[in-house]
């Protein structure tokens, strides 16, 4: 037992015996122990302590139930709990590369090996080092031809030139920012990945196509607010475009670059913000932290899971997305049941404007200013930030909750002889209020997917022996016994996340409405495996454009009564459109529930086709998602649940929003980037 966890236990054994306690109610105990906690973790981690007498202030404070006041010379009170760290959530690790050109880490990829079979390469998924043998067939089968398994050769298109230079702004960036060189790039390549986000049309043309026809001329790499300060202010005085950059996984053509026929003249330069990383301060008694918006999701949570704390934000594109992203696409993550979307776990930011100036809380950086859990006090100023996609400012730090790591996390499968019947269960589960962290259903195209996507059995007879037996039992119980539908059968992937009790509760309630809507438990392993598979699947994009398959996601929101009219017609619009352009094969286009609301749902879609022979397959693809975005929004849904407009939904504003409403939002562009420093053309209609 370590040393913090037996004065933990001391703690507790005496709660109750010792008059010192006495007068302190539940709550309060719990935030003194939690605090105490954090600071026998620290000692015992060999981390130290960062403050002085802070920590015995706020322990009194909290054992005394009076509030200690420290004033300080312009008479404003200071509660002194805040621990400042400036520890960067930067891993330094030659393994955790990015591509360049395809979606992911360069150590991972799926791949046709020597004899036929798709295997994955890498060892940081589930599939990684596994033979994938059923993949192909399945893929065929559904697709409706014959996958080939030779790739495609790419034409790797050359880079487009820079189109613009500015002598004079890139100067004032040297003089003034102190930008060093390390900071300044106009490499060709990353220029490239600076103009590009993740849509199947961008990833397309650098493979296949004609390649990107405008990328930023330059790239710059600011380590500090200040740094921001300056560049922002050298691009307004210089007539200087700045396009904000995070991880780079936009699917909205967000980062595109306007050519010069569309007016854009100007130097364009991409602000890459991921030098700026580090958690500033955490305070562990009011449960906030202020992190810096570079920083990338994974790297947040690895970091503040060593001080025992989640922000429990995880999109599907958490290992490259980074915390200002998020924000600027009015983000949500898969376990937003228990932690809520972006905009629910930001309290405060800090926003560089066009002209230098900081939107934020309060009047003085240096000063602390409080952080409060709502606030009456006009508009938000902040709030127009959310969804702003680039447009209105750069995104250097925010203020987020901060949870105290689940004491379990479990996992949870469950199939269902029907997507009528998943969906029913899902709303009945929803109305409890004790619905899980994350909670997603997969319609039978998905789930038949996920079974071509199991690995091949482990080596050695008796090992094949068992895992074939399993199996065969497995689909005797569910085909013969319950009589489920192979072709019909849906299922769902369960994450429960809190306390014993909390997670216990959750549990059961899931067990009561799966015997109601005739569910049949399919294991924690399977769970978990449904979970983490969404970091791994997420390479199959870029493996099956290589073998003459264009396939991307979209999504949206819809309320309850509607899911099931929306998917049929999504499904029927898009087969209709593939026949009535007679392309190869048939259409894969499928759906699955990611979030619960207490009014509806997000809904994905999925589409693939095979497009060898296809004239310009791209512009196919986004004709066909066109015309599916169009039957959602006839079908009441929304335009996007959490990707955003940027460009490529752009057309479709006018559909969602009054022309009242419209031009209330050009005007609030046009009065805060009057000069179009943060030119993008996002949004802006």
């Given at each position: 037992m370590n040393f913090a966890l037996c004065i933990d236990w001391s703690i507790k054994a005496n709660i109750g015996h010792d008059p010192f306690f006495q007068p302190v109610c539940h709550d309060e105990m719990k935030e003194w122990l939690g605090y105490l906690q954090f600071l026998l973790s620290q000692l015992a981690s060999g981390k130290g302590v960062w403050s002085t007498n802070c920590h015995a202030k706020t322990l009194a404070h909290l054992s005394s139930l009076r509030h200690l006041k420290e004033k300080d010379n312009s008479k404003a009170l200071q509660y002194q709990t805040r621990i400042y760290v400036n520890q960067s959530t930067k891993r330094e690790n030659d393994d955790d590369r990015e591509s360049d050109n395809v979606w992911g880490f360069r150590d991972t990829a799926y791949r046709i090996d020597a004899d036929g079979t798709v295997e994955v390469t890498g060892s940081r998924y589930l599939l990684s080092g596994f033979k994938l043998p059923?993949?192909?067939?399945?893929?065929?089968?559904?697709?409706?031809v014959d996958v080939p398994l030779q790739p495609a050769a790419e034409r790797s298109p050359s880079i487009a030139e820079p189109q613009c230079s500015n002598d004079q702004f890139q100067d004032a960036i040297r003089r003034v920012a102190l930008l060093r060189d390390d900071q300044i790039?106009?490499?060709?390549?990353?220029?490239?990945?600076?103009?590009?986000?993740?849509?199947?049309?961008?990833?397309?043309s650098m493979k296949y196509g004609s390649g990107l026809a405008r990328i930023p001329d330059l790239v710059v790499y600011p380590e500090s607010e200040?740094?921001?300060?300056?560049?922002v202010e050298a691009a307004g005085h210089h007539n200087v475009c700045i396009i904000p950059y995070g991880g780079g996984t936009n699917v909205t053509e967000a980062l595109r670059c306007s050519f010069h026929k569309d007016g854009e003249v100007r130097m364009v330069v991409s602000l890459d913000t991921r030098r700026m990383s580090k958690i500033i301060w955490i305070d562990p008694v009011n449960r906030l932290a202020q992190i810096e918006a570079g920083a990338v999701g994974n790297d947040i949570m690895i970091t503040l899971a060593t001080r025992g704390f989640t922000i429990g934000h995880e999109p599907d594109s958490c290992e490259f997305s980074t915390l200002g992203g998020w924000i600027a696409t009015n983000a949500s993550g898969m376990k937003k049941n228990r932690y809520g979307n972006i905009e629910d776990i930001v309290l405060d930011m800090r926003v560089v404007t066009s002209t230098g100036a900081v939107l934020a809380k309060g009047q003085d950086q240096d000063q602390e200013s409080s952080i409060n859990p709502r606030e009456s006090t006009g508009s938000d100023p902040l709030r127009y930030i959310f969804g702003s996609e680039g447009t209105l400012g750069i995104i250097v730090s925010a203020v987020v909750k901060l949870h105290p790591?689940?004491?379990?996390?479990n996992y949870a499968a469950v199939v269902f002889p029907t997507w009528e019947d998943?969906?029913?269960?899902?709303?009945?589960?929803?109305?409890?209020?004790?619905?899980?962290?994350?909670?997603?259903l997969v319609d039978n195209e998905q789930f038949r997917m996920s079974q071509a996507l199991k690995p091949a059995p482990p080596p050695g007879l008796i090992r094949n022996v068992f895992a074939g037996l399993?199996?065969?039992?497995?689909?005797?119980?569910?085909?013969?016994?319950?009589?489920?539908?192979?072709?019909?059968?849906?299922?769902?992937?369960?994450?429960?996340?809190?306390?014993?009790?909390?997670?216990?509760?959750?549990?059961?309630?899931?067990?009561?409405?799966?015997?109601?809507?005739?569910?049949?438990?399919?294991g924690a392993e399977n769970g978990r495996r449904g979970y983490e598979m969404t970091y791994n699947i997420a390479y199959i994009r870029d493996f099956a454009m290589r073998h003459f398959i264009l396939g991307e996601s979209f999504e949206t929101s819809i309320a309850w009564s509607q899911i099931l009219d929306l998917c049929e017609r999504v499904k029927d619009r898009v087969h209709r459109e593939h026949e009535a352009r007679h392309l190869p094969g048939k259409p894969l286009v499928s759906c699955r529930v990611t979030q619960l609301y207490e009014t509806g749902v997000a809904v994905?879609?999925?589409?693939?086709?095979?497009?060898?022979?296809?004239?310009?397959?791209?512009?196919?693809?986004?004709?066909?998602?066109?015309?599916?975005?169009?039957?959602?929004?006839?079908?009441?849904?929304?335009?996007?649940?959490?990707?955003?407009?940027?460009?490529?939904?752009?057309?479709?504003?006018?559909?969602?929003?009054?022309?009242?409403?419209?031009?209330?939002?050009?005007?609030v562009k046009r009065v805060l980037d009057p000069h179009d420093v943060f030119g993008c053309g996002n949004l802006v209609t």
């Open positions: 059923l993949f192909l067939p399945w893929a065929s089968d559904t697709l409706g790039s106009s490499d060709a390549k990353d220029r490239r990945r600076h103009g590009h986000g993740h849509t199947q049309e961008e990833m397309y200040a740094q921001v300060i300056q560049i790591l689940p004491q379990v996390t998943g969906v029913q269960f899902l709303y009945e589960l929803r109305q409890t209020n004790c619905q899980p962290a994350s909670v997603r399993k199996r065969s039992l497995e689909h005797f119980y569910i085909l013969s016994i319950k009589g489920f539908d192979p072709h019909r059968m849906v299922a769902c992937t369960m994450v429960f996340e809190g306390t014993r009790s909390e997670t216990r509760i959750q549990q059961r309630v899931v067990n009561c409405l799966l015997r109601k809507y005739g569910g049949v438990d399919a994905y879609f999925y589409y693939a086709f095979y497009f060898e022979g296809v004239s310009e397959p791209e512009k196919v693809y986004a004709e066909i998602e066109e015309a599916a975005r169009e039957e959602i929004l006839q079908a009441g849904g929304s335009l996007s649940h959490h990707h955003g407009v940027g460009k490529l939904r752009k057309k479709f504003l006018g559909r969602v929003w009054s022309e009242a409403a419209l031009s209330w939002r050009n005007d």
